[in-house]
C-alpha cells in the first residue's frame, strides 16, 4: 500500500527525548486556567491549583505539529490530601528549578543559529 502524507519521507529527528530527573516548576494556573466568567466560591478543602510547585521532568516528547511536552510528575494537594501525578505538560508551562534560563540539554534551546527557525522559535533536541 502506498505512503499517504506529505512528509516526502525526510528524516525526522526523535520525537522523545530523555533527560534523567530534572526539578522543573510547573505553572499550575497556567496548566489548569480559570474558566471565563468564573462563579466558582472558595472551598478551603478543594484542590490547590491557583500556584506554582516544584516537580521532575523525565523525558520531552514532540507533538506531531511540534509543540513540544515535558513528562513531569509533581503533587497536587488539597487541604488533608496529597496525590502524586505523572503527565505531558506543554512546555511554556514548564521551567527549570536551578537556573533561570533554560538547561542546556533543553530540547527547545537551539545549540546554534542552524537550528533556529525562521520565525525565531528554536528547534529540535540536542543531537547526541
Known sequence: MARIGGDSGRPHRPAFVRVGHRAVQIDLNALYPQTPHHSGTYHPDGLQVRK?????????????????????????????????????????ALKPTDDPRRPTDDPRRPTDDRRRSTDGRPGGPPRR
Not at 60 to 74: C, F, I, M
Not at 76 to 90: C, F, I, K
Open 52 to 92: 506554582i510547585v516544584t516537580g521532575v521532568l523525565t523525558e520531552w516528547a514532540l507533538s506531531e505539529w511540534g509543540e513540544w511536552y515535558g513528562k513531569v510528575t509533581y503533587t497536587l494537594t488539597a487541604r488533608d490530601r496529597q496525590e502524586s501525578v505523572t503527565h505531558w505538560v506543554p512546555g511554556w
